[in-house]
């Protein structure tokens, strides 16, 4: 008996392979995106014609931009956020330590003090720094200062002390935050390593708290500049007082506001790049891989481009 094995049976005949066709994608339309943006450009089109059509002098801006009494207003406003941040560090560290002590009478301060200051006004607080002279004819300090309190208290003691004591209130906060991030098994072994209490806060506590206190403090410091503008009520020349005293001398009142908006917005955009790379020297060791810095984002774009444009 013969068998012809060279029939083909079913499972010989091997479907060709069909070339894979093109998908075609098609993109989601997104109309509410559309709507919104075209809402968006016709709002902002709008604010725009309504400036151009107002009685606008903009040639008062670019001729008073540099005036000696605006870059005068531009230093104290530095200095007075300078000096009144450092109060508000310098206190804000001191009332987190009391508000962390076991000690229930130093707590009971700081919490006071924080709750105080962090739940009335700063304006009021301001008011209340300035009017201090209804309530005391003179300041004695014993044998190391006496003088007339209208003599003592000064618009700019007033405006420091009011903007400094405020800050120092939410700083406490921030501080405190910063220090209970860090576990406290850290510095238990710390302590079993052989290392001082002041050391391991030093070495272990503080760079892992700076993690969590940079962020917020830079976003502080901004506030606070922009908040100097406050002090303007309590009769203290800087930035915005110089402005409106020229607005009402030239009569171009809007348009020295504006002028102060802009230095503002100098100053302000200057501090948000140093902050910037403040978090992101302080974020070395907490990720792999750090934020890229604007000029690494432009030159990886411009590398970008430029492979593509070798590929075509």
């Known amino acids: 008996m013969t068998t012809d094995i060279s029939k083909k049976g079913p499972e010989d005949d091997v479907p060709k392979a069909r070339q894979a066709e093109a998908i075609k994608a098609i993109p989601v339309r997104h109309f509410g995106r559309y709507v919104a943006a075209v809402l968006a450009i016709g709002i902002l089109a709008a604010i725009v014609y309504a400036f151009s059509q107002g009685d606008i002098r903009w ?94 208290m000064t618009p700019f003691l007033t405006a420091l002390l009011g903007l400094g004591l405020n800050e120092a209130a939410y700083m406490a906060e921030i501080c405190r935050a910063g220090l ?30 700076m993690r969590v206190v940079v962020p917020p403090t830079g976003n502080e410091f901004i506030n606070m500049l922009k908040t100097t503008s406050l002090v303007a009520a309590v009769q203290y020349y800087e930035l915005l007082k110089y402005a409106q005293d020229i607005g009402t001398s030239s009569g171009a009142t809007v348009e020295t506001l504006l002028l102060a908006a802009c230095w503002y ?48």
């Open 265 to 312: 917005l100098i100053m302000t955009s200057i501090l948000s790049v140093g902050q910037f790379y403040l978090e992101r020297y302080y974020a070395r060791g907490s990720s792999r891989t750090l934020p890229d810095t604007p000029f690494q984002k432009i030159k990886a774009n411009l590398l970008s481009l430029g492979n593509r444009s070798g590929v075509r």
């Open 180 to 209: 209970l991030s860090v576990d406290e098994g850290q510095t238990e072994a710390a302590h079993a390593l052989g290392m001082s209490h002041n050391k391991t806060l030093r070495r272990v506590v503080l760079p892992q708290a």
């Open 59 to 152: 040639d008062a801006i670019p001729d008073n931009f540099f005036d000696e009494r605006i870059l005068k207003g531009v230093r104290e406003t530095l200095i007075l956020t300078f000096l009144s941040m450092l109060i508000g560090v310098v206190g804000g560290v001191i009332l987190s330590v009391m508000r962390l002590s076991k000690n229930p009478v130093t707590s009971s301060i700081a919490w006071f003090y924080i709750w105080f200051f962090r739940g009335t006004p700063v304006l009021v607080q301001l008011f209340v720094w300035f009017n201090l002279g209804f309530v005391f004819d003179y300041i004695n300090l014993g044998p190391v200062y006496k003088d007339e309190w209208s003599d003592f």
